[in-house]
């Protein structure tokens, strides 16, 4: 069996991660979602509450599990006996840094390869940060983001001191 993981902070996770998470599923046997807990970036939603909304919204594709970790994504990988680690691209300015991480996990683990994916054009323009950054300003993420991740965030906003831009 082959094994893959797909890393990343999912603040809050959007189509373009779904995306990319459904095509690496259909390649790979099994695809463990890892959602980084601690990340040099401020985070809108805790550990607990990404992890709720990628587990629902990945939960019709049974060779995927989602789980959070803390640490080197590489002993993450090692941990599930993954050889590969899957990433998303969406532009060329992410190839820069997606490059670089490659150089940086082949050196830490010899044996780990990297899979970078293109995000399916419909789904190119999207980011975490922009979906934050809109439903902050009141704007609509109905076509960016399912419908209970929507509902989920347009709920969190209008709640007393939900967000405050603070590191959870």
């Given at each position: 069996?082959?094994f893959a993981?797909?890393?990343?902070?999912?603040?809050?996770?959007?189509?373009?991660?779904?995306?990319?998470?459904?095509?690496?599923?259909?390649?790979?046997?099994?695809?463990?979602?890892g959602v980084?807990?601690?990340?040099?970036?401020?985070?809108?939603?805790?550990?607990?509450?990404?992890?709720?909304?990628?587990?629902?919204?990945?939960?019709?594709?049974?060779?995927?599990?989602?789980?959070?970790?803390?640490?080197?994504?590489?002993?993450?990988?090692?941990?599930?006996?993954?050889?590969?680690?899957?990433?998303?691209?969406?532009?060329?300015?992410?190839?820069?840094?997606?490059?670089?991480?490659?150089?940086?996990?082949?050196?830490?683990?010899?044996?780990?390869?990297?899979?970078?994916?293109?995000?399916?054009?419909?789904?190119?323009?999207?980011?975490?940060?922009?979906?934050?950054?809109?439903?902050?300003?009141?704007?609509?993420?109905?076509?960016?983001?399912?419908?209970f991740v929507?509902?989920?965030?347009?709920?969190?906003?209008?709640?007393?001191?939900?967000?405050?831009?603070?590191?959870?």
């Amino acid at each position: 069996m082959t094994f893959a993981i797909y890393p990343g902070t999912f603040d809050p996770i959007h189509y373009g991660h779904m995306d990319v998470a459904r095509r690496a599923a259909s390649i790979f046997d099994h695809l463990v979602v890892g959602v980084y807990a601690h990340p040099r970036k401020t985070l809108m939603f805790p550990l607990d509450e990404r992890l709720s909304l990628a587990r629902e919204a990945l939960s019709d594709i049974p060779n995927i599990t989602v789980e959070g970790y803390e640490g080197l994504t590489v002993d993450f990988a090692a941990k599930h006996e993954a050889r590969v680690i899957v990433r998303g691209l969406r532009v060329i300015s992410d190839f820069e840094l997606e490059y670089q991480m490659a150089m940086t996990t082949r050196k830490l683990s010899p044996e780990m390869d990297m899979v970078c994916l293109m995000t399916s054009l419909e789904h190119a323009f999207i980011s975490s940060s922009m979906v934050k950054e809109i439903i902050m300003a009141g704007g609509c993420v109905d076509q960016m983001v399912p419908d209970f991740v929507a509902s989920y965030l347009a709920e969190r906003i209008s709640a007393p001191n939900a967000i405050g831009g603070q590191n959870h």
